[in-house]
T-cell receptor, first 109, second 116 residues
Framework: GQSLEQPSEVTAVEGAIVQINCTYQ??????LSWYQQHDGGAPTFLSY????GLEETGRFSSFLSRSDSYGYLLLQELQMKDSASYFC??????????FGQGTELSVKP | DTEVTQTPKHLVMGMTNKKSLKCEQH?????MYWYKQKAKKPPELMFV???????INESVPSRFSPECPNSSLLNLHLHALQPEDSALYLC???????????????FGDGTRLSIL
């Protein structure tokens, strides 16, 4: 089976750095993706890691360690608009994208 | 605004009604998806269409009936729904059905469905 574990909520202040962790158990591995979803909005693709290491896209970075079955999303210079739910996701062998339960990030002034 | 358009944005229906949700994309994507999302939960896959053929049906009750009339359109026909079917229904598309994050899924804003 496939499961992804991430914290249910994280709180941080504007301008800070926050890390959202994701550990996974998969029967096959095809990379780890991250999606952002604002309240009432559509999930939006943020990043993807197929190989070990860090991928940087502006203020957001994502890291993967396949040997540890672990990844994280790093958000820098936090802004109020970053308050949202963040999902890690991985494909299973049947071709389905499986999402973690989501981490609700609250950014305080 | 997203590149995947879903209509209607909100739908209230009784348990005996028949209605349809519509989804449209013009990105040339060949894989399209229906998800159901309850509040504070992740999206749950319902159906996958690959090159206009149904490739995955996640044991969804027959009161939900998907249809892919062409490569740009995806419908979800609803009939005799139950109150527990109230949820946000999301449509998504990707370039192909590959298990790869470099073909991310693009989601619509969803249809918020309430069953009375």
């Amino acid at each position: 089976g496939q499961s992804l574990e991430q914290p249910s909520e994280v709180t941080a202040v504007e301008g800070a750095i926050v890390q959202i962790n994701c550990t996974y158990q998969t029967s096959g591995f095809y990379g780890l993706s991250w999606y952002q979803q604002h309240d009432g909005g559509a999930p939006t693709f943020l990043s993807y890691n197929a190989l070990d290491g860090l991928e940087e896209t502006g203020r957001f970075s994502s890291f993967l360690s396949r040997s540890d079955s672990y990844g994280y999303l790093l958000l820098q210079e936090l802004q109020m608009k970053d308050s949202a739910s963040y999902f890690c996701a991985a494909w299973d062998q049947g071709g389905k994208l499986i999402f973690g339960q989501g981490t609700e990030l609250s950014v305080k002034p | 605004d997203t590149e995947v358009t879903q209509t209607p944005k909100h739908l209230v229906m009784g348990m005996t009604n028949k209605k349809s949700l519509k989804c449209e994309q013009h990105m040339g994507h060949r894989a399209m998806y229906w998800y159901k999302q309850k509040a504070k939960k992740p999206p749950e896959l319902m159906f996958v269409y690959s090159y206009e053929k149904l490739s995955i049906n996640e044991s969804v009750p027959s009161r939900f009936s998907p249809e892919c009339p062409n490569s740009s359109l995806l419908n979800l026909h609803l009939h005799a729904l139950q109150p527990e079917d109230s949820a946000l229904y999301l449509c998504a598309s990707s370039q192909g059905p590959s298990r790869s994050g470099n073909q991310p899924q693009h989601f619509g804003d969803g249809t918020r469905l309430s069953i009375l």
